[in-house]
Structure formats: C-alpha cells, structure tokens
C-alpha cells in the first residue's frame, strides 16, 4: 500500500450527496408533526403535503445512486 485509493469515488461521493436528503425528509416530518400537534384537525391537509414532499426528497437520493453507478 502506498497511498492508492482502491474502489470508486462514485459511491462516497453519494454517500456524502446522501446526507442531503436525509436532512430534508427529517425536516419534512418533524415540521408535519409539529403542525399536527398545533392543528388536529389539519392533519389528512399536511399529510398529504408531507408525503409529496417525502417523495420529492427520496427521488433526489435515488436518482443520485442511479447516477453513482452510470457515471464512471
């Protein structure tokens, strides 16, 4: 060993992208949880609006590892 680096850079360039939508998925329910504890009755409006947003979110990750694995 002297100093090479073995494997693709591809994937810890999408485990570091990863963190991204991590972050914005635990916003995203932490921000529905908080309204659901303040309105009740709002709850099937934010749901909905809180899994939009949950699928937004993860499309960003999967397209990220679809591209961690084309591009070499």
Do not use: D, H, T
Not at 7 to 29: D, E, T, V
């Amino acid at each position: 060993m002297n100093g090479e680096l073995n494997g693709s850079l591809n994937m810890i360039g999408y485990g570091l992208a990863a963190i991204g939508p991590g972050i914005g998925i635990g916003l995203i329910f932490a921000a529905y949880i908080s309204g659901v504890a303040r309105q009740p009755e709002a709850q099937s409006r934010l749901q909905s609006i809180a899994i939009l947003g949950f699928a937004l979110a993860e499309a960003l990750a999967i397209i990220g590892i679809a591209l961690a694995f084309v591009l070499n």
